[in-house]
């Protein structure tokens, strides 16, 4: 009875914070992209207007193209600024459009601001899907994009790049988006404990994944717990680097004993690691995924083997968790690691920049 109370409460605390999180979306026109590590510096953005979250500025910086800003409709310029609100040393900027609307796009102003004024230095007139400005080498806090006239519709615009050579100043790296979720219509967790960089007291450290405990079934938006039967996918095309096909289970005597030395020192043990039965794929450009708890592995994932994005790897479960050692359900979940360049992606993030960069790193669906 408890347990189900539990679970009913768990839902509507998942079902509350995703449409908290989709509201403060919604209002933004402009924000702060700040992803600690993993962006050169955190910088101010603002847009003109924003259609909607689905379609707010933060798309024009996350170095994903099937992603993009939408203006409202309206009669009036819109334009886009970027405001690191310090110096930078900048001689190139990149724009992009989805391929249906450039062609709608007649000309467009690059502009800084000088003595509080916007200047224009750059002006195109010949725009392009995808468009590269060297510019003068400047030294600017603040710069702008100036769309003067309207489309007599919804602007978009898919990314807005700004560089010092080739170092990219105001975006993710790219090699941080573009994974699919390695869960068919998997439930993103949203609750600050699922996510990467949260306290783990009790293992004397830091959550270094996310859970995955859900499928959301559209329409109804219904969560289903993710059993034995459901299975995880490739979320890129990589290499397959660890397959635990001789994985021994613990029984109650060395999950206990584990336990207690996981607590009393910040280490974990080959073969004994509470991840239990795991993959690991590479996927190139120092971006690594691991899975954890899997209950079966499938059977061409071996070692060496080359994984195409979307490829079936093998089961959800609870291995390496008390309920495996029980023989229970217990605890069924994936628990899903991106590394990256050897730390684990999320370290040092609050939980909000955590899930925000989640949602980048896997394709909206
Ligand atoms: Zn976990």
């Given at each position: 009875?408890?347990?189900?109370?539990?679970?009913?409460?768990?839902?509507?605390?998942l079902?509350?914070?995703?449409?908290?999180?989709?509201?403060?979306?919604?209002?933004e026109?402009?924000?702060?992209?700040?992803?600690?590590i993993?962006?050169?510096?955190?910088?101010?953005y603002?847009?003109?207007?924003?259609?909607?979250?689905?379609?707010g500025a933060?798309?024009?910086?996350?170095?994903?193209?099937?992603?993009?800003?939408m203006?409202?409709?309206s009669?009036?310029p819109?334009?886009?600024?970027?405001?690191?609100?310090?110096?930078?040393?900048?001689?190139?900027?990149?724009?992009?459009?989805?391929s249906?609307?450039?062609?709608?796009?007649?000309s467009?102003?690059i502009?800084?601001?000088?003595?509080?004024?916007?200047k224009t230095?750059?002006?195109?007139?010949?725009v392009?899907?995808?468009?590269?400005?060297?510019?003068?080498?400047?030294?600017?806090?603040?710069?702008?994009?100036l769309?003067?006239?309207?489309?007599?519709?919804h602007?978009s615009v898919?990314d807005f790049?700004?560089?010092?050579?080739?170092a990219?100043?105001?975006?993710?790296?790219?090699?941080?988006t573009?994974?699919?979720?390695?869960?068919?219509?998997g439930?993103?967790?949203?609750?600050?404990?699922?996510?990467?960089?949260a306290?783990?007291?009790?293992?004397n450290?830091?959550?270094?994944?996310?859970?995955?405990?859900?499928?959301?079934?559209?329409?109804?938006?219904?969560l289903?717990?993710?059993s034995?039967?459901?299975?995880?996918?490739?979320?890129?095309?990589?290499?397959?680097?660890?397959?635990?096909?001789n994985?021994?289970?613990?029984?109650?005597?060395e999950?206990?004993?584990?336990?207690?030395?996981t607590n009393?020192h910040?280490?974990?043990?080959?073969?004994?690691?509470f991840?239990?039965?795991?993959?690991?794929?590479?996927?190139?450009n120092?971006v690594i995924t691991s899975?954890?708890?899997?209950?079966?592995i499938?059977?061409?994932?071996?070692?060496?083997?080359?994984?195409?994005?979307?490829?079936?790897?093998?089961?959800?479960?609870?291995?390496?968790?008390?309920?495996?050692?029980?023989?229970?359900?217990e605890?069924i979940?994936l628990h899903?690691e991106i590394?990256?360049?050897?730390?684990?992606l999320?370290?040092?993030?609050?939980?909000?920049?955590?899930?925000?960069?989640?949602?980048?790193f896997?394709?909206?669906?």
């Amino acid at each position: 009875m408890k347990l189900k109370y539990f679970k009913i409460i768990l839902i509507a605390f998942l079902l509350i914070t995703s449409v908290n999180a989709e509201e403060k979306l919604e209002s933004e026109v402009r924000g702060i992209f700040d992803f600690g590590i993993y962006t050169t510096t955190p910088f101010h953005y603002e847009v003109s207007s924003s259609m909607s979250g689905k379609y707010g500025a933060f798309y024009l910086f996350d170095s994903n193209v099937s992603t993009q800003w939408m203006s409202e409709k309206s009669s009036k310029p819109a334009w886009i600024l970027v405001d690191f609100k310090e110096k930078r040393l900048m001689n190139r900027v990149e724009i992009s459009f989805p391929s249906w609307v450039y062609r709608e796009v007649k000309s467009y102003s690059i502009q800084v601001n000088v003595w509080g004024n916007w200047k224009t230095i750059l002006k195109n007139q010949k725009v392009k899907k995808d468009n590269s400005h060297f510019l003068p080498g400047m030294d600017a806090s603040q710069i702008r994009i100036l769309f003067p006239e309207t489309i007599n519709s919804h602007l978009s615009v898919s990314d807005f790049k700004i560089f010092l050579e080739d170092a990219l100043l105001n975006g993710l790296n790219e090699h941080l988006t573009g994974h699919i979720f390695p869960i068919v219509d998997g439930q993103l967790p949203s609750e600050s404990y699922s996510l990467p960089g949260a306290p783990r007291a009790y293992r004397n450290g830091f959550h270094k994944g996310l859970d995955i405990r859900f499928t959301k079934l559209n329409p109804n938006s219904e969560l289903i717990p993710l059993s034995k039967e459901t299975e995880v996918i490739a979320t890129a095309k990589g290499k397959i680097i660890r397959a635990d096909w001789n994985y021994i289970p613990m029984n109650l005597e060395e999950f206990e004993k584990q336990k207690e030395l996981t607590n009393q020192h910040k280490v974990t043990f080959v073969d004994r690691d509470f991840g239990g039965r795991q993959i690991w794929i590479d996927h190139g450009n120092g971006v690594i995924t691991s899975f954890n708890h899997l209950s079966s592995i499938e059977s061409k994932v071996k070692v060496g083997t080359k994984v195409k994005q979307g490829q079936v790897l093998g089961k959800v479960g609870n291995s390496g968790l008390k309920g495996e050692v029980e023989g229970s359900d217990e605890g069924i979940h994936l628990h899903f690691e991106i590394w990256y360049k050897g730390e684990f992606l999320g370290k040092g993030l609050k939980a909000d920049q955590s899930y925000q960069l989640l949602q980048v790193f896997f394709k909206p669906y």
